[in-house]
């Protein structure tokens, strides 16, 4: 009885920790939509590992939004519109969900651009993986249960592991790696500075 005690209450304490973990998980992955895949090819293409420092920082920016709005949440059981509303006025907020209105569809767009040239990388032309990426998508929205949603976006979430797996596969220098990502490089160049406000839109989205 000693020993299972202890068991049973280290695997709450791991089922706790995965209850808490998922939704960071989806959220996280959110952010890892066709265009930051594509910003960041772009920019690790021309720049290499001089952007690395770059993303050190905005790591550190978007916990502490995903921190902040997530408490916001928590202790008002407002959105964040509701929010703007009460402070700002509803002539405030008209004009943030305007804006939310048009990023999101800009995300959108490029979302299913991402789906239809991932698609014809298999040979499927994107006029029968589109329509049939939408039609899943909404389905799965309008007609599944959150658990269900969550389970699904957990699952898509694994592809994640091939950062990680892919980070070692190419052998990187180490050092350099390191060395970028602790001492930051900066160019007064017009071309780094719009790659530098890309990255950072396409990191901290709606």
């Not at 939704?23 to 594509?38: E, F, K, Q, R």
């Amino acid at each position: 009885m000693r020993l299972k005690r202890p068991i049973a209450d280290y695997v709450r304490r791991v089922l706790l920790f995965l209850s808490i973990l998922g939704p960071g998980i989806i959220t996280s992955s959110a952010d890892n939509d066709a265009p930051g895949i594509a910003t960041y090819s772009m920019a690790g293409s021309v720049y290499g590992y001089s952007f690395l420092w770059l993303l050190l920082c905005i790591t550190v920016g978007e916990s502490l939004v995903q921190v902040t709005v997530s408490r916001m949440g928590a202790v008002t059981g407002k959105g964040l519109t509701d929010l703007i509303r009460e402070r700002f006025g509803v002539k405030m907020t008209f004009w943030v969900i305007l804006g939310l209105m048009l990023a999101n569809l800009g995300t959108t767009a490029a979302q299913f651009a991402g789906i239809a040239a991932s698609a014809e990388l298999f040979g499927v032309t994107r006029y029968v993986a589109v329509p049939l990426a939408a039609m899943a998508v909404a389905f799965l929205v309008l007609r599944g249960s959150y658990r269900r949603v969550e389970k699904v976006l957990l699952l898509l979430s694994l592809y994640a592991i091939g950062y990680v797996v892919s980070a070692f596969l190419v052998y990187p220098p180490w050092e350099e790696v390191l060395k970028r990502t602790v001492m930051p490089t900066f160019y007064l160049e017009t071309h780094y500075l719009l790659a530098v406000l890309a990255t950072v839109g396409t990191t901290i989205t709606p």
